[in-house]
């Protein structure tokens, strides 16, 4: 069964870091292009990063560059996502996701061939 599972989520205060994982099973994660997507109370879900099939590139909505890291583990089924400095406006439910393609992963786009459950980031000032 194909499966994705993102932990790390929690109640943080202002500034703090948290380190999110995407775990996959049932297939190769490493094999595909991986985006982490968040979605705040009454809003859309929008993409936030992006890592290539290959590796070479990653990708950044402006609201989160230069403060959040994409990146595969050593172990290939898993993907971070670092977060630094947190601000109450990235509380959101955050999911991994896989991208149909490495052109719709530098769009950050959301379409994806699997979802993972999603895991609560909540950040309090």
């Known amino acids: 069964q194909v499966k994705l599972v993102e932990s790390g989520g929690g109640l943080v205060q202002l500034g703090v870091h948290l380190r999110l994982t995407c775990a996959a099973s049932?297939?190769?994660?490493?094999?595909?292009?991986v985006g982490w997507f968040r979605q705040a109370p009454g809003k859309e879900r929008e993409g936030i990063s992006c890592?290539?099939?290959?590796?070479?590139?990653?990708y950044y909505a402006d609201s989160v560059k230069g403060r959040f890291s994409i990146s595969r583990g050593s172990v290939k089924n898993t993907v971070y996502l670092q977060m630094n400095s947190l601000k109450p406006e990235d509380t959101a439910v955050y999911f991994c996701a896989t991208p149909i393609s490495d052109y719709l992963c530098s769009q950050l786009s959301k379409e994806v061939s699997a979802w993972g459950q999603g895991t609560q980031v909540t950040v309090s000032s």
């Open positions: 049932g297939f190769a994660l490493g094999d595909y292009a």
């Open positions: 890592i290539s099939e290959n590796d070479q590139s990653t």
